[in-house]
């Protein structure tokens, strides 16, 4: 007689814990600790794979066992390289063993893997448990071994289908809960994290608490910052000198010492590359009047070389604008002169004249100069 692949009692266990961790408060990924050990899992991530025309544009990650610095590579740029994401879309919810998804030939010869797998130590053997998918998002947890641990073998993938419905249902209840424990620091988080403009907060002993995805990749570039455990860095002395003393400014802020003088926190820093330079604001971070909460600095990242593409759509919306003056308004938020808008557009110089005056009539700017100021502060 062939032994059974599970063990009933096993299965019965790890999901009555998994089920009931969750529902005492603890978060979905601790909670997976024991099942991602019983796997003899490297880590273990929880992904929110976000598409467009079926490619993955982006990602949000959660995992243990893995940097937060490789789950941010990974969520803001590696996912749209990757095989298994793209395929895992295709899929139905369940256990997907990564070879199933992908074959192992295809996937050691993909880009994702020689240029930033393999280099990161990420994992290499995966089980997937596929909880949801779209044509927009798919929600998954992935189990990882590395390259040079032994793949999962079937009594792996049984033991995960086993208990994919407690897997499942612990998925939606955490899902539910996180949404009722919410409160306005997270929501904040995330609405730094979705800004254009780098972000990095700093506690008051100067130390790197957060960075958003916007100034990782502006770090990234190596071309004039860096982020380091005190946050942003540079190389001229003179200027780091200039940066130390506006972080120095906002925190003094925040301890209520002095009152932040604009130009106190406000430097550029330029770039080897030749771009445009960055512009460094440092601005105080205050807790809630009488609440012992975060006191630190913001310091906020502008990418002079950032070209502003505004939707048309939007500007049509917000402001009652014609398809054509619309245009024109995305146009020179983007750089481009009236009158190369006009040769692009196949009008006359006269007509873009005429545009250019019923979107200052419609915004209520007076000036070419005012209307360019109100585009920039509008979202790209």
Not at 279 to 294: D, K, N
Request: hydrophobic residues 45%; positive net charge.
């Amino acid at each position: 007689m062939v032994a059974p692949l599970v063990d009933t009692a096993e299965v019965t266990h790890l999901g009555l814990d998994l089920f009931r961790s969750v529902l005492d408060g603890q978060k979905l990924l601790p909670a997976l600790a024991p099942l991602a050990a019983r796997l003899r899992a490297s880590s273990h991530m929880l992904h929110l794979v976000r598409y467009r025309d079926g490619r993955p544009t982006g990602s949000r990650s959660e995992g243990l066992g893995n940097s937060a610095e490789m789950r941010a590579a990974y969520a803001d740029h590696w996912v749209r390289f990757c095989p298994r994401a793209r395929a895992v879309r295709a899929a139905n919810p369940g256990v997907h063993h990564g070879s199933d998804l992908v074959p192992v030939a295809t996937w050691r010869a993909s880009r994702f893997w020689a240029e930033w797998g393999r280099p990161s130590g990420a994992g290499f053997h995966t089980l997937t448990v596929l909880f949801r998918t779209g044509s927009d998002s798919t929600d998954s947890l992935a189990f990882h071994r590395r390259e040079d641990e032994a793949p999962f073998s079937a009594a792996d993938h049984a033991l995960l289908q086993s208990v994919f419905g407690d897997l499942r249902r612990a998925f939606e209840a955490d899902t539910r809960l996180a949404a009722a424990r919410e409160g306005p620091e997270e929501a904040a988080r995330r609405g730094l994290e979705a800004m254009a403009d780098g972000i990095a907060l700093l506690d008051a002993d100067r130390g790197l608490v957060f960075a958003n995805p916007a100034l990782r990749r502006m770090a990234a570039q190596n071309d004039g910052i860096r982020l380091g455990a005190d946050g942003v860095e540079v190389q001229d002395p003179a200027l780091r000198l200039a940066l130390s003393r506006a972080v120095t400014a906002a925190l003094a802020a925040a301890a209520g010492k002095v009152g932040l003088l604009e130009t106190a926190g406000t430097l550029a820093i330029p770039r080897p590359s030749g771009r445009a330079h960055y512009l460094l604001r440092a601005l105080p971070v205050l807790p809630q009047p009488g609440s012992a909460g975060f006191r630190g600095a913001m310091l906020q990242v502008v990418d002079g070389a950032r070209t502003l593409r505004i939707n048309p759509a939007l500007l049509a919306r917000m402001f009652g604008l014609t398809p054509a003056e619309a245009a024109l308004a995305g146009a020179l938020a983007a750089g481009r002169s009236l009158a190369e808008h006009a040769a692009r557009r196949g009008v006359s110089v006269e007509t873009a004249r005429s545009h250019m005056a019923a979107i200052r009539r419609k915004t209520g700017c007076r000036r070419q100069a005012d209307l360019a100021a109100l585009l920039a502060r509008l979202p790209g």
